[in-house]
């Protein structure tokens, strides 16, 4: 398997050509002597087309070839216009079918979508050039944008598609007037759906910072910092790679029951630092619990559960948040303005990994404006503050040379496979009582006989 | 019925290339010719060659890249160094050896750290995975793979599992099971498929998706209960050698580098690149954010080490010495983002100043090239895997002045 989009940008990708494939039968029908449609010559302002049919008529023909309603005759007739198979004449930029007597052409299969024919640049710019130059100012605004744009990116070919623009159109002038029209309005309908993208140069266009402000930033992180990192400044009680003592660990386990001063002082740096640590965690949901505000993390937890979660549980997952705290009448309905809310309750009938995006962003600014601040000055926090121990640096031991024994601590592995342990010996447990109430009941009923 | 009488030709053989295609009917001079879209472009160019075209097509790309620098020059109003000077000087480093890892067969090619400070995973050249309780030295788990050169790994935020990837062109994941009995390679479940090795790999915020990179060019974010692939990111133009996850509070975005000298940022939702950073004069070996996500910086085979912030979107600090000239394979912040330690493909470890932008201490002690360097998630500790099968703990000694 190759992951290469580029291969989907040259050609049809293989869904798209079984449609063009079915589309292009349904043309070629059309188009048989006998059963086909019929044709005659429309008159174009003072030129006569030939093979021309009437909107109309095309209508008829499908809603009698296929037996469909005229209403789906319309529709399918409107996608072969979109597709390029079928073109006006009249108003060729407006790419619908009317069921009157507007003229339309069938395009020739050299245009075809399904020839997949790439539409270069090179190509655009020439019938860009074709036009400018046989009528000048007859091009639209975006393609006037489009033709300044091409001669900028392809400026080394730009002679090359200016003489090929002249020699085609001094070698359309040979032909019948006719012929011409038709030839021009094929093109023009085929760039009308093939316009090639152009991408812009977004680089240029970008939001750059100052550097001095960005570079301040550096420095205040480092500083703000600098208590915290144990190779700069070492760490307390004892860094345990050196004393072989794992104390430092244990009192900075995810749940302790005094945390120390360092990781309480670590929380009022960034809210993200609060949001990261466990305990810091709870702490916030218990401050907000007295607040009554409770419901923002808990929607943005599960927010970031769908989001990192595994891909089979997302609509489950959507539907809870959707039951719980979206709802109207929802227990722990969160407080989102409108627009964000329009759009989210959009986007959960049909949900998928980043629906809740929007509005978990504005729950987090929320928090991270409101609430966080007002915690960080709460007695709340200033109490944890204060009970916060500062561990003392343990002393040297006496025998720098006796090594203190090193002691393993359970992988987290193990917990994982621990929790299993319990629920199958729980259920083993379960299933031993049921075989022993059975068997006391069959005794019970042989007595009996 | 159709106007196919009035265009000159429809399909086929290019009167150039011989393949049957729609062809475009051209003049020149006055001749008729159907060439096959492709074959008119090379004739486009070539037409206008006179020993020109090449070396303008050249310019003109020189001239954007000029245009882009100078709009980031504009906002470039103060150097790093510059800012850095009212800072203190670093005092000296005391830096050593604490532990030494034997116990690989071959070369050790990545190593990653599990959340609680004190296990690892590494890979070997060999074939061999490896669990690691640093601290009392034990190897909790070994897997044999089938494939030698593991060239990545990672341990899954929750502890439970490990993923490595390397030459086979895919990335597996291996959860962790305490039953001795259990042959953990049996268990091993295919999560990525890339077209060429997979150079790195990392778990998202979550056990349940994977973001690697490949030599393939591109990097794939992958769901790993199902295997699916849910983005793939396009854009570098050679080998994509690193990747690294920006701590942020949107956790949204990841830079990679490759052996196209670029270092890409990247939009994990759109899969789109959001920016481009082309400065080196090598292959990027290893990227890293910066501990606040602002910032990143890069090991290169060009010797040096570059600093980028994303905010001011240009490249801030060089790491660079005339007395380094092997390439840079490896880099790491210490948990403040002051020190970066980086490892050189001539057995040593430069220690650098961020901020000042000089170098603050060279470790030595490996017998082979550092193959990657990674401080501890607590920042107490520093663990370098080399080729010479070693994986070696240094920390600071800090001094009781201080």
């Known amino acids: 398997m190759t992951i290469n989009t580029l291969l989907v940008k040259e050609g049809c990708p293989q869904e798209q050509m079984a449609c063009f494939r079915k589309m292009e039968k349904v043309i070629v029908a059309m188009q048989d002597p006998d059963m086909g449609m019929k044709m005659r010559n429309q008159r174009l302002l003072i030129t006569v087309i030939p093979h021309a049919m009437t909107g109309h008529d095309i209508i008829t023909w499908l809603i009698q070839k296929y037996c469909i309603s005229e209403e789906e005759a319309l529709h399918l007739g409107n996608l072969l216009v979109k597709y390029g198979y079928i073109y006006p004449l009249k108003e060729p930029r407006s790419l619908v079918l009317r069921r009157d007597e507007s003229p339309y052409r069938f395009q020739t299969p050299y245009f075809w979508t399904s020839t997949q024919w790439p539409a270069t640049e090179l190509d655009y710019a020439i019938y860009l050039a074709k036009k400018n130059i046989r009528k000048q100012g007859e091009l639209m605004e975006y393609e006037k944008e489009r033709y300044s744009l091409l001669h900028k990116r392809i400026n080394h070919t730009w002679d090359f598609v200016v003489m090929q623009a002249r020699e085609q159109l001094r070698a359309s002038k040979q032909r019948r007037k006719a012929d011409r029209i038709v030839l021009e309005c094929q093109e023009q309908a085929y760039w009308l759906i093939n316009r090639p993208a152009v991408t812009c140069q977004r680089a240029l266009g970008r939001n750059r910072v100052k550097s001095s402000n960005c570079l301040e930033g550096f420095l205040k992180h480092s500083e703000q910092y600098q208590n915290h990192d144990p190779i700069m400044q070492g760490c307390l009680p004892s860094n345990p790679w050196i004393s072989d003592d794992a104390a430092h660990w244990t009192m900075n386990a995810d749940v302790v029951p005094v945390p120390t001063r360092l990781r309480v002082e670590r929380w009022s740096f960034s809210f993200m630092e609060l949001l990261s640590d466990t305990m810091g965690r709870k702490e916030f949901m218990t401050y907000l619990e007295k607040e009554f505000s409770a419901e923002n993390l808990c929607f943005w937890q599960a927010c970031e559960e769908i989001r990192h979660g595994e891909n089979s549980r997302i609509s489950e997952k959507v539907n809870e948040i959707y039951k719980n705290f979206l709802a109207p009448g929802a227990a722990r309905w969160v407080n989102i303005d409108s627009k964000t809310m329009y759009k989210t309750l959009e986007g959960i009938k049909r949900p998928h990994r980043f629906v809740m995006d929007d509005a978990q962003m504005h729950i987090y600014f929320l928090m991270k404006k409101d609430s966080y601040p007002r915690y960080l000055k709460s007695d709340l926090y200033k109490n944890m503050l204060a009970k916060a121990i500062v561990p003392q640096e343990t002393k040297k031991s006496v025998f720098p040379f006796m090594r203190r024994q090193r002691h393993s601590s359970p992988s987290p592995a193990q917990a994982a496979t621990q929790a299993t342990e319990e629920d199958g010996r729980v259920k083993e447990a379960g299933q031993i009582a049921e075989i022993v109430s059975a068997q006391q009941r069959i005794r019970a009923v042989r007595k009996t006989l | ?402």
């Not at chain 2, 759109?270 to 990143?296: L, M, R, T, W």
């Open chain 2, 1 to 402: 019925m159709c106007d196919q009488t009035f265009v000159a030709a429809t399909f086929g053989p290019c009167e150039n290339c011989s393949t049957p295609s729609p062809l475009i009917n051209i003049y020149i001079k006055s001749e008729p010719i159907n060439y096959c879209s492709l074959c008119v472009e090379m004739m486009a160019c070539q037409g206008l060659q006179k020993g020109e075209s090449l070396v303008s097509l050249k310019r003109e790309s020189e001239s954007l890249k000029k245009k882009l620098e100078e709009e980031r020059k504009k906002l470039c109003d103060v150097e790093l160094n510059q800012v850095a000077e009212k800072i203190e000087v670093l005092g000296a480093l005391s830096i050593k050896t604490r532990r030494v890892l034997k116990g690989h067969g071959n070369k050790v090619l990545c190593m990653d750290w599990c959340k609680d400070k004190r296990r690892l995973v590494s890979s070997s050249q060999d074939g061999k995975l490896i669990v690691w309780d640093a601290f009392t030295l034990n190897k909790e788990h070994g897997v044999s793979l089938p494939c030698t050169w593991i060239m990545t790994c990672a341990y899954a935020p929750s502890g439970c599992a490990v993923a490595c990837g390397g030459l086979d062109n895919k990335c597996s994941v291996i959860p962790l099971s305490m039953d001795r009995n259990e042959n953990l390679a049996a268990k091993k479940k295919s999560v990525a498929m890339h077209t060429n090795y997979v150079s790195g790999c990392t778990f998202t915020n979550s056990d349940m998706q994977l973001l690697t990179s490949s030599g393939d060019g591109t990097c794939a974010l992958w769901d790993v209960e199902s295997g699916q692939l849910l983005q793939s990111f396009h854009g570098h133009t050679a080998d994509v050698l690193s990747l690294d996850l920006a701590p942020s509070e949107t956790g949204n975005t990841f830079v990679s580098g490759g052996c196209d000298m670029k270092a890409n940022v990247w939009d994990m939702r759109s899969g789109q690149n959001i920016q481009s950073f082309e400065s080196h004069e090598s292959d990027i070996n290893c990227v890293k954010y910066y501990p606040s996500g602002d910032a990143f910086a890069s090991a290169s085979d060009d010797a040096t080490c570059r600093f980028y912030d994303l905010r001011a979107d240009r490249e801030v600090a060089v790491y660079q010495k005339d007395s380094i000239v092997f390439g840079a394979s490896t880099v790491d912040f210490s948990l403040s983002g002051r020190l970066l330690f980086a490892g050189y493909n001539d057995y040593t470890i430069n220690v650098w100043d961020v901020l000042k932008g000089t170098r603050a201490s060279i470790l030595f002690g490996h017998e082979n090239r550092v193959s990657r360097v990674r401080v501890s998630p607590d920042g107490t500790a520093l663990c370098s895997a080399s080729w010479d099968n070693t994986l070696r703990w240094a920390t600071d000694f800090v001094t009781e002045n201080k």
